[in-house]
């Protein structure tokens, strides 16, 4: 394992070194994922959306549109 290190600005802001964004195969504009647990804290670039697949997956949940369901929904929260 290869350590890399990098600085937070006063702004609490941080470059991506380059080998870190060439590990992920990140590109200017993708959405990075911090993972955090148990003292560490991975980074992963995050995988694109399949737009096409959520739009035809929500038309099958229409059975959960409700006022009733809505009612439910935020006694949950």
């Known amino acids: 394992m290869t350590a890399i290190f990098g600085k937070l600005t006063a702004k609490s802001q941080t470059t991506v070194p380059k080998e870190v964004r ?18 560490k ?3 992963a670039r995050a995988e694109p959306l399949d737009r096409a697949y959520l739009k035809a997956l929500e038309s099958t949940l229409s059975e959960w549109d409700s006022a009733e369901d809505a009612t439910a929904y935020d006694k949950l929260r």
């Open 22 to 39: 060439e590990a992920l195969g990140a590109k200017p504009g993708d959405t990075l994922v911090y993972r955090i647990g148990k003292g």
């Open 41 to 43: 804290v991975t980074l």
